[in-house]
């Protein structure tokens, strides 16, 4: 069996793809880290399109996956509502926007299914800026029911980075804070680097950061955020940088799960 | 832009991803019929693998929205509880069960932001033979919101098989009902025809298909199905079958869709 | 003590009416097999009333009790949402729609109540085609708590029905299937032979039966469905063919607790 | 037609039974009021059955129902969780309990389909002393949503009885409280009156009421309140007692309505 | 450290304020009796504050914990719907309800977290008509978790007031039942002895008890209760009143929990 | 009217405590901005008592509510669950951790409370780091119910500190983010200036900031973080830096809000 999408498959026939697998191979796995890719569907400005959160979980997932022996969940392709100073927010087309309880009761199932299947490791790998409370009710749920049976961890692509990698990403224009990195640098540069063929030219015009409000403001409002739906400049984004982010983040979650795996 | 994974972009860029395009190119299609693909992550013997119904919905959706010039929306990768009658039930590893809120919830919720964003006519389009229930109940509580300005269909790729084309289909034995067409002829064509890479030869050796009790069962047991999670003979699948299936589905939803836009 | 009504009461005083029976009386029958009979509140047609799913639920639980010497609860009055090609809908006056959540905690309350008073085998009797799903999620859900503790079963009055009976049945006719078999020729048979003084003569003319849609769709209209509610023909229903089904079915169901008893 | 168990049928063929009328004539009645009996499924102490709530639910609106040519719904068979100084508590076998939110539910689910079939008056007739608040929480939160366009309105049946009439009933001993009045003189009163049949004697020996803890106490504990579930004394319980009970409520609950009504 | 507000600091430092506590001595009290007062935020009346309830929780919760050696959490600020006829309902600006399953879940809430901190013994002190049920079905589905591990008490204000004490207050009206004392003789004189610097003067003139009607109705209408929100009169009310109502019931509850710690 | 813990009463009798105004003063106000505190109970270290998020959250609202004529409704004492890098976490007694979903409802509950009163614009003015998306989600649900009739805001009290003012505050070390200023100086500081009576004495001694996990982690663990609870130094905390803290976010909200009321 081959899936020709699967850029990760050894000699051995082993694999992370948990969707390619029979339901015997997934059962030999059990005692591997299984990670689920929570993405969403978010407009991403004019040059990506509206899966770049779900390509960036499932991308990362997997080379994560790879590097520890561990077996990639199917991604959830929708996520909790955008907020216009994290993701352009509700006015948006294409921002399709879960409820909080819909989201959390999602992963507290999924949870749930994978340690009836023996699972014991599980990490919730998100690229959504809004998505994480929600996985973390539903970790703190489920948490309570097993207890020490079972480890959860939940990251965000961007939390492993260090000053270091920082800096070099941010070399023309200072980080906006993570929030504010919307269809900015470092997703269009992931997405340069992952997959190319997503990616609009031009680049949109560098902009200056939008200033966002100090609270959050109901009801929303055309005009609160840039027409364009990039919260930060996306200019000096490269595949190079991309690259670099992937590495490094990998190379830091794939040491921290090997870690745990002692 | 081009997505490598799509066989369907015209020379005019017209394509039905709603995930590969930006916000902007989504916005200009919300007269266009919408279609949610739904599948699951569950056993399928030990041929298939574990994302049959999610390939399924996805390769019917793409099609009929390349067609009728519709939105392909992202999939829904995880349904409602497989049952042991039809789909081997929840002790087989790699059957990733929601509860039915769960499932209810999510479609509400997918339902509500399409109508936000402005579309106006949505199929659900489903693979896994448990999930419509839940997805009926969603789409009774939409509908009762938005009345005569929503128009929502949901209907399984099998609804719509002609007894000539089952004819065609079940040449060389008896057609199980379709509770018990679970990785048997019908899902392996699919397969062969749509995904071959995926299927695992040689093909499960014939056998008779299991015999449902007549009434549900808690707790569930071992031995009550068969062990391979085959319930209808696979045997005498082909991608010629795959195809014939295909073909039949998508015309008359096609034709039954066309009408519904005069 | 005797209630009028209660036509299986015997000589040692032993009944199935748990609505009959003080605290005492019931505490002394946790052994025995709890059957609770789910019906609706739903239209059927012109002929017959609207209790006629909850009438059946009824008289079918009450023999199958008294031939295992099981207890049956007070009946479900009210059950899940019509549909207009298994029910004809919400659009008919009374008929009276659960939504399924409802329905679901219901049947959840009930099993864990049961379960707090000593019953260990519960079979709930459904008579209404919609319910299925939802009893079927309580079930699991409570099954999910109890374990082996706790054998549940569920099973609509049709399920058991032999293929021999059903050609004595359908002698005039063809069989259109469950879903279309509403206020038809079963239901029709079955009231006139469990509650003739309900039954309105003359029943509806011959009809061909409804040809449904092959997919749900919303809003339901008026005009889907014939204006009388009748599915299918009811013509060349009679009381005997209405013994023909209860004494098959009951005897079946028997047969199957009888042997779980063992 | 003609429902042998029905009292009250005129010579004209109105009669108040929802349930055995057709939806034709059920839907020729919405101008009239509609009563909703709710009862339970509760211990009664060892002279009473478990469905006395339900029959006194059933036996007034009946009566009820026949008086202001209204209509009455199928029973509620089941009630809210019986607590020890009202009901006996959940250590009886045959207590029921639903949780309040299930109870709630199911209630707001009925007032929104009587609605939609044109109902504009409904009267929620509890004859269980611990359903009253979610009873109350379900209308409320229905009479949200519909404002003037609907009138509802709960009654025990205890709340209509005056001093007078309750100087006669307790004319041996003192009045407990509704509260204790359990399976005592009202109910047994009622039930030799409504139902003969279903009352086991000797009545039980007189005895104090129970001395109610003046505070809600958990975990409930066997001994609280005597063994046999009887909380005040039912001797002195006749069916002319009953009679009188039931001749002024109903009066007073008629005479109401038909102010309604002008 | 020293609250100022704190009447009830012992010499050694002990006091029943858990907010005024570090965690480190709330930590060393868990074997205590932990007291949460529950109140409102509700009208009441033209010489009354909207803070009524809950002070009057405290205020009583204060008292009590101080006498035993408990533990008093923050109070809950705002309680279920009020109802006319025993708060004024709710078309009085200033009446804020919550729906009861919110408040249920937030006294489960509190519950779990308290018996996570050791607690065993917890005191639901209300001081808000309403709250009782929804207060109560949280204890119930509690106490199905904690079983005997866990004793939980509610009580209202009232509940322990004897006769004699009651007709030392009524001396002057006779006493309407607690759901008419409102905004009436024993919250005022409550009020004027706890907080006498939120008391309006004069006293609203006396006035008849309101008349209740003996059923809920819905909507609620302006008119159904006199229009300053007193539902009885508060005339002839007394600080001394207010202390010989505190007194005695602050006496019976030290009592009643005195014999639980035994 | 005077209430002694209130120093904000104007010589007119204005104040903004709504728990201390009859109905009616309340009902005059309904042109103003109502502001809700929103708080927790959890511990903050050796020397913060559980009360500091509800009491920041009351001095600033009641500040910000003297300044611009508004109103301050009582405040929420308990909140969402604390996190081991932001609060702690769960295994610190003393830490009420309610579930997302009851915050959530509560908030909808009082924004629909309030809307139903006549209040246009509400603030809900945070201090417990992580209630913040529960609150959001509160609002977003509300703000799709009243559109443009109702304006919401949320803040934090952190949210307004410019970086002028920040480098005054931490002049002796630097700033470790607001997740980790927790029991810290910031907080302190404002317990000192709000509260002296209520901070303990000495100050824990400098320690470095916790070094926060760059992931989330289930089960919480002893030994994550400090057993002291304070997860950054204290040290140089003053009272004059809670004023400077004070009067900035003051100053700032008002003239967020005045610009509002234009």
Redesign the interface.
Same mark, same amino acid.
Request: with cysteine; charged share 20%.
């Given at each position: 069996?081959?899936? %020709?999408?699967d850029k990760t498959i050894k000699s051995d026939g082993i694999h992370p793809y948990? %969707?390619?697998?029979?339901?015997?191979e997934?059962?030999s796995r059990?005692e591997d880290i299984l990670i689920i890719p929570i993405g969403s569907?978010e407009?991403? &400005? !004019?040059?990506? +399109?509206?899966?770049v959160d779900?390509v960036l979980a499932e991308e990362f997932s997997l080379r994560i996956a790879d590097q520890i022996h561990g077996v990639m969940?199917? !991604?959830?392709?929708?996520g909790y509502?955008s907020?216009p100073f994290s993701g352009g927010g +509700?006015l #948006? !087309? &294409?921002?399709?926007?879960? *409820? &909080?309880?819909?989201l959390?009761?999602?992963v507290q199932?999924?949870i749930d299914? #994978?340690v009836?299947?023996?699972f014991r490791r599980i990490l919730l790998f998100n690229a959504h800026y809004e998505n994480?409370?929600?996985i973390?009710?539903a970790?703190?749920?489920?948490?309570g029911k097993y207890?020490?049976e079972?480890?959860?961890?939940?990251?965000n692509w961007w939390? +492993?980075l260090s000053g270091n990698v920082m800096n070099l990403i941010f070399d023309e224009v200072p980080f906006p804070g993570w929030a504010l990195e919307h269809a900015a640098i470092t997703e269009t540069s992931l997405m340069m680097y992952f997959k190319p063929?997503?990616?609009?030219y031009p680049l949109p015009a560098p902009t200056e950061p939008v200033k966002p409000a100090?609270?959050? %403001?109901? !009801?929303?409002e055309q005009g609160d955020i840039p027409s364009t &739906?990039v919260l930060s400049t996306a200019a000096s984004s490269s595949a190079a940088k991309g690259k670099l982010i992937a590495d490094h983040v990998i190379k *830091?979650i794939v040491n921290?799960l090997e870690e745990k795996k002692k």
């Open positions: 069996m081959k899936d %020709k999408t948990m %969707k390619s697998m029979t339901w015997k997934y059962a059990s569907t407009q991403h &400005g !004019p040059h990506l +399109p509206l899966c779900t969940a199917p !991604p959830l392709n929708y509502k907020k +509700p #948006f !087309p &294409g921002t399709i926007d879960l *409820n &909080g309880l819909t959390q009761l999602l199932d999924l299914e #994978f009836r299947d023996g994480e409370p929600f973390v009710e970790m703190d749920l489920c948490s207890g020490n079972l480890r959860l961890w939940c990251t939390d +492993p063929e997503l990616v609009r100090f609270c959050y %403001k109901y !009801p929303v &739906g *830091n921290y």
